[in-house]
């Protein structure tokens, strides 16, 4: 099993560009989460979904959209990117609620300059 | 509002010591807690989770202690290796009210083992 993985690894944006963060989870998990991380910051929840067709905000989801139209598969979306979205995002995925063990892909470095 | 919060940034110890991580929370609705640990480049990995009706779990070389009247938690390592350098997270979820189904982190704490 490959886990969580996402893609791209590292990207730049330019103020106003857009891009979708790929990740994609192959345990059959129904619960996956968007989380961003600032410098000396923990991780705070943008979006998560408990299903296929299933999202929900987080803590700051302003700036991004979410789909999920598989099991396997969370995009996240910025449209019109910003200097604050400069992060590390990390996509996770558990079986159950929070409370179950979530596993975490790589990340990826977003600077939007 | 940091409603999960580890105050000491970063903790130095000697192999083989004991390394103490603690982590403060002031949601009174936040029924269970997990650690996670980092390393750079990588994401986080689950360590060690408590419920709030236990005051201590221990796996291995890891023993959380949850002290729900303060509402503090810890994360002792015994004896720390220099492996365990990383980053450590706090993380709390509830059962009910806003915070159900979604975990809040702390800041993190680095931790640096010396040979």
């Known amino acids: 099993n490959a886990g969580v993985t996402q893609t791209p690894k590292f990207r730049i944006l330019k103020i106003g560009q857009s891009m979708t963060l790929q990740c994609t989870q192959d345990?059959?998990?129904?619960?996956m989460y968007w989380y961003r991380q600032d410098p000396g910051m923990g991780l705070k929840l943008i979006y998560y979904?408990?299903?296929?067709?299933?999202?929900d905000k987080g803590e700051v989801p302003n700036g991004y959209n979410v789909s999920r139209s598989t099991t396997e598969d969370f995009p996240l979306r910025l449209e019109l990117a910003a200097p604050s979205q400069t992060s590390v995002y990390f996509c996770?995925?558990?079986?159950?609620?929070?409370?179950?063990?979530?596993?975490f892909g790589p990340g990826t470095r977003l600077t939007v300059l | 509002d940091q409603q999960v919060k580890q105050n000491s940034p970063s903790l130095s110890v000697q192999e083989g010591r004991i390394s103490i991580l603690n982590c403060d929370y002031t949601?009174?609705?936040?029924?269970?807690f997990l650690w996670y640990k980092k390393y750079p480049a990588e994401g986080p990995t689950f360590l060690i989770s408590?419920?709030?009706?236990?005051d201590k779990n221990e796996d291995g070389r890891f023993t959380v202690f949850l002290n729900k009247s303060a509402k503090h938690l810890s994360l002792h390592i015994v004896p720390s290796q220099p492996g365990d350098s990383a980053v450590y997270f706090c993380?709390?979820?509830?059962?009910?009210?806003?915070?159900?189904?979604?975990?809040?982190f702390g800041q993190g704490t680095i931790l640096t083992v010396h040979p």
């Open positions: 996770a995925s558990s079986l159950l609620a929070a409370t179950d063990t979530q596993y």
């Open positions: 408590i419920s709030s009706i236990k």
């Open positions: 949601n009174s609705m936040f029924d269970y």
């Open positions: 979904s408990v299903g296929a067709g299933i999202t």
């Open positions: 993380a709390a979820s509830a059962a009910g009210g806003t915070s159900y189904g979604k975990l809040t």
């Open positions: 345990m059959n998990h129904n619960y």
